[in-house]
């Protein structure tokens, strides 16, 4: 078999509800018109061919895989690779194409949800990924290596809890289940494809450093791009645990919302307005969980600051 | 390889591959659409879903069961719907004991588990039989004329034309990994995990490279016919008399599915 699905993320149709479908095109169709009007800006006709092609080779790659224990196999699913080498906009284009030729030629996720399938593994990882990248961007080689692994570790642990929290939303899965269990998978796919992403990387750094230096496309996102990165990491760092620990809080939430009406039998019409997500979550977590968000801030600005001053010696 | 090596179109010349693209991708779309919109337990809108694909299978050529046998492609997926048969209020069905929990299945559980997968099973095979009846530069085609942006449409179309032959690279890649990986039987060879995905960056490094250079030769080579921004195609649609009552009896027959299932 030529082509084989390689991650429990591509959702079918009929797993998503119309709302949260609807709200994932829109998303995805707004971030789109931004993406092509921005690399019709900045590049020529002759973007156009080499998007097409890199795409087929994000498509490529992905059959490269290798074995790691018990014959399950790593592989790189390319959206940071893509965003990293080609920029953030061309890398989402590139990307788009990747996962509607998936769905549309073998099935492999849904038409409907064909939004929702490009935000979480074509908008979001290579968003994610760039974002993280681009702050190593001037540093020293193995800096930029490790940079970019973690960055490509957490792009796919990004599309994964969207994933979960799409499914959740929509009334198809148990959040306190699909969240530690999709983060749980997604950690040991992401490890592969943090490995690959580097290799890949190191590699062309060593044979044709001129595609990712100074004045390629990789160098040419905006400064913005690392708050957007660091946004949707932190929105991942303090979401999944918050959703592991405490799934009932979440739920309230969003039944008052109207999302899972399945679930409003359980309570009364008035049931969950009386500071719904706070009465379910006790003191001592919500203590914890400032505590984590201080520590993260405070490590994205020791490495944002540490990043900063080693930039004009390098 | 040949270059249809990833296309899933069967030919025939029946009344649904000749039938225009346009109206193909619309219906499929409003129909899966349709199925989203279907209540649970709807079984009788179910029921007609799944006869209206058996109809347009009939009218394919491509025999009844030709969408039944691809559409196992979702099942796996299922998996994750699983815990709605426990987690949603209701009576109990079905109770068993498993190392040390318990589990309660319950009614309202088990309808909409049941409901999900039926959505997404008869869903996909309007989806395989789409890509079996059109060609899929037509189906590119019609997305265009859907208002698709050209620049994507265009990088589908690169993405189509190039990926076999850039699975002949990596088919290439791979022999060659496989044949400088020689083992004596019952010993171990070969490095650890790091090593061995190293290796495999490697040569996703290198199919990136060759990649990016065959772009600059097809683009020269592109720019040598004059190309000038844009495909164009010899092969223009035209909608036809034929075309509007195929799909206006479609329609029609999605708003039954839904009355049906509503009322």
């Known amino acids: 078999m030529l082509y084989s699905p390689i991650a429990p993320m591509h959702i079918p149709d009929g797993f998503l509800s119309i709302v949260i479908s609807v709200i994932c095109w829109a998303i995805t169709i707004v971030t789109l018109g931004v993406a092509i009007s921005r690399t019709n800006k900045s590049l020529g006709e002759r973007q156009v061919p080499l998007m097409g092609v890199m795409a087929a080779f994000i498509f490529a790659a992905q059959m490269i895989n290798f074995p790691v224990a018990g014959g399950t196999s790593g592989h790189l699913l390319g959206g940071a690779l893509a965003a990293i080498t080609l920029g953030p906009w061309a890398g989402m284009l590139v990307m788009t194409a990747v996962i509607a030729v998936q769905g549309l030629l073998f099935q492999d996720g849904g038409l409907v949800v064909m939004g929702a399938n490009i935000l979480n593994m074509g908008l979001l990882t290579a968003a994610v990924g760039y974002g993280l990248y681009r702050s190593a961007i001037g540093s020293k080689f193995t800096t930029k290596l490790t940079v970019a692994g973690v960055a490509a570790w957490l792009s796919v642990m990004t599309g994964a809890l969207a994933t979960s929290l799409q499914l959740w939303l929509s009334g198809t899965a148990n959040i306190g289940v699909v969240v530690p269990a999709m983060l749980g998978v997604h950690a040991l796919i992401g490890v592969g494809e943090a490995l690959v992403t580097v290799a890949a990387l190191s590699f062309i750094l060593r044979t044709r450093p001129d595609l990712l230096g100074e004045r390629s496309a990789s160098a040419q996102g905006g400064r913005g791009w690392i708050l957007t990165g660091v946004l949707i990491t932190l929105a991942v760092v303090l979401l999944s645990p918050l959703a592991s620990a405490s799934p009932d809080g979440l739920n309230r939430v969003a039944m008052d919302l109207g999302f899972i009406q399945t679930a409003q039998t359980a309570n009364g019409p008035l049931a969950g307005y009386i500071v719904p997500f706070l009465s379910s979550i006790s003191a001592s977590k919500i203590v914890a969980g400032s505590i984590g968000v201080i520590v993260v801030l405070a490590i994205a600005i020791i490495t944002g600051r540490s990043l900063q001053t080693k930039k004009p010696n390098s | ?263």
Request: glycine share 6%.
């Open chain 2, 1 to 263: 390889m040949h270059s249809d090596a990833f296309d899933r179109y069967h030919h025939h010349d029946s009344a649904l591959h000749r039938l225009d693209p346009r109206i193909k991708v619309v219906m499929a779309i409003a129909f899966i659409i349709s199925n989203a919109l279907l209540p649970d337990g709807a079984w009788m809108a179910f029921g007609l879903a799944w006869l209206f694909v058996l109809l347009a299978s009939a009218l394919s050529d491509l025999g009844l069961g030709y969408t039944f046998r691809r559409s196992f492609i979702v099942l796996p997926f299922a998996l994750v719907a699983v815990t709605v048969l426990f987690s949603i209020p209701g009576n109990p069905v079905f109770q068993f004991h498993f190392v040390m929990w318990d589990f309660t299945i319950t009614d309202a559980g088990l309808l909409r588990f049941v409901s999900i997968v039926i959505r997404s099973w008869i869903s996909v095979q309007m989806a395989i039989l789409l890509v079996a009846v059109t060609r899929f530069p037509d189906l590119i085609h019609a997305f265009e004329h859907l208002r698709v942006p050209a620049i994507l449409t265009t990088i589908i179309a690169f993405l189509y034309r190039y990926l076999f032959v850039l699975s002949d690279e990596v088919i290439r890649l791979l022999r060659a990994r496989q044949s400088r990986s020689a083992a004596a039987a019952g010993q171990r060879s070969g490095g650890g995990v790091l090593w061995r995905a190293r290796v495999s960056g490697n040569m996703a490094g290198q199919l990136f490279l060759r990649s990016y250079e065959r772009s600059d030769r097809i683009y020269n080579a592109m720019l040598a016919r004059g190309y000038a921004g844009q495909l164009l195609t010899l092969n223009p649609h035209e909608l036809h008399g034929s075309d509007w009552v195929y799909a206006v009896a479609a329609f029609l027959l999605i708003l039954a599915m839904q009355f049906v299932g509503r009322f």
